[in-house]
Structure formats: C-alpha cells, structure tokens
Nanobody, 119 residues
C-alpha cells in the first residue's frame, strides 16, 4: 500500500526529497507520517500530514524538512534541506486511513528508504 523512495547519498548541507506513494483501491489515508530509524537508535516520528492539510514536525527537523501532498498520484513528499550527518537513517512512511465507509482504521508501513549524509 505504501512505496517510499528518494533516499540516497548526499553531502551535509544538501537536500533530498522523499516520496511516499499511497496506493490501494478506495484507501483514503487520514494521516501520513514520516519516521526514521538510525542505527542503534529508536524510531523517531519526524512529520505528519493530515487529510485536511495540516502538517506537524518534530523539533529535530522543524525548519529544515517540509511535508506536502499531491492528490494525483496520492503521494506525500518529505523535502529535506540542510541535511546533517545525524540525519543518516532509514526513512519510513506510515499511513492511517479507511477503505471508503468501512468503519475501521487500517495502518500501513512502507519498506523504507535509506538516507546517508556525509560531511
């Protein structure tokens, strides 16, 4: 249901844009979140984007990362600027949503994409 891409190797101070394609017949995400897990560290929530267009950010990325959405295709982006070596991690997207009028919320995770920032 989720396909994350856009990771790579970048020098400190550079930028990357990650994409999370949300697919699946009739699946409507209410919230899409971007997370990361660095080696030896806990998973960290970076940003969320709601179906109403509200975005929220962790303090560690506020002012450097921006989350946005394109409806066609149903893609949520994470624009990452002024990257630092400590941003090196596997980045994941997560979606919470419903299938049409079915009264249950489902959660999906993408497979992750690796970002490596070198100094």
């Amino acid at each position: 249901q989720l396909q994350a891409s856009g990771g790579g190797l970048v020098q400190a101070g550079g930028s990357l844009r990650l994409s999370c394609v949300v697919s699946g017949s009739n699946f409507q995400p209410n919230v899409v979140g971007w997370y990361r897990r660095a080696p030896g560290k806990e998973r960290e929530l970076l940003a969320t984007f709601t179906s109403s267009g509200d975005a929220d950010y962790a303090d560690s990325v506020k002012g450097r990362f921006i989350v946005s959405r394109d409806d066609v295709p149903n893609t949520v982006y994470l624009q990452m600027d002024r990257l630092k070596p400590e941003d090196t991690a596997r980045y994941y997207c997560n979606a919470l949503g419903r299938f049409g009028a079915y009264p249950k919320t489902f959660e999906y995770w993408g497979q992750g994409t690796v970002v490596t920032v070198f100094s």
